[in-house]
Nanobody
Framework: QVQLVESGGGLVQAGGSLRLSCAAS????????MGWFRQAPGMEREFVAA????????YYADSVKGRFTISRDNAKNTVYLQMNSLKPGDTAVYYC?????????????????WGQGTQVTVSS
């Protein structure tokens, strides 16, 4: 399995931006599609965005499309989530996940490794 460590969460006002990072180690990063999921209190974990092995294909949840951008740097073994125009409804713990397959997926069970999560809080 690949080990994942997220960073970049925090408190931001509505309309603001944050950039999450997820550093991977332990296996060949470019073998993996990567995804971001989030979980708000009392809610199920939900898909946010995913990217294929080389960054050539991305997929977004409708709720974040046009506001969030997923990207990756295989030379740095890192995947990013740029979040703009944040809303209070984006408040959640954000998780990075790795799928041992080159094509991205949107279901949590398609992913093999998970980070510990980073809290994002958007105030109104």
């Amino acid at each position: 399995q690949v080990q994942l460590v997220e960073s970049g969460g925090g408190l931001v006002q509505a309309g603001g931006s944050l950039r999450l990072s997820c550093a991977a180690s332990g296996r060949t990063f470019s073998d993996y599609a990567m995804g971001w999921f989030r979980q708000a209190p009392g809610m199920e974990r939900e898909f946010v965005a995913a990217i294929n092995w080389n960054g050539g294909s991305t997929y977004y949840a409708d709720s974040v499309k046009g506001r969030f951008t997923i990207s990756r740097d295989n030379a740095k073994n890192t995947v990013y989530l740029q979040m703009n125009s944040l809303k209070p409804g984006d408040t959640a713990v954000y998780y990075c996940a790795a799928r041992n397959f080159p094509i991205e997926g949107s279901a949590w069970y398609e992913y093999d490794s998970w980070g510990q999560g980073t809290q994002v809080t958007v105030s109104s």
